[in-house]
């Protein structure tokens, strides 16, 4: 099994930056690519970003340009750098890892983009 903890949200005023990180456990080996979602109140979660073990990078529309997501093998660490922050990424952010098998997720960080 894998376990996936995030940490770095918090409050931050429109145009701000913040950086999430997530730290992965367990059966590492099995994880092909991690990801980050989100899911704002009243609505599905959705895609924010994915990069696989390959380096291979997807990013939602809205945050492209703005988000970068990033993987720290050594430190079995996936971050994702959230600058010229918008209200509308307000969201709480959760950690994904994807097996083969099954995906794992965290218990998700919230992000509040508020003046």
């Known amino acids: 099994q894998v376990q996936v903890v995030e940490s770095g949200g918090g409050l931050v005023q429109p145009g701000g930056s913040l950086r999430l990180s997530c730290a992965a456990s367990?059966?590492?080996?099995?994880?092909?690519?991690m990801g980050w979602y989100r899911q704002a109140p009243g609505k599905q979660r959705e895609l924010v970003a994915v990069?696989?073990?390959?380096?291979?990078?997807n990013y939602k529309d809205s945050v492209e340009g703005r988000f970068t997501i990033s993987r720290d093998n050594a430190k079995n660490t996936v971050y994702l750098q959230m600058n010229n922050l918008k209200p509308e990424d307000t969201a709480v952010y959760y950690c994904?890892?994807?097996?083969?098998?099954?995906?794992?997720w965290g218990k998700g960080t919230l992000v509040t983009v508020s003046s």
């Open positions: 994904n890892a994807m097996t083969y098998g099954l995906d794992y």
């Open positions: 367990g059966t590492i080996f099995s994880i092909y690519a």
């Open positions: 990069e696989t073990n390959g380096g291979s990078t």
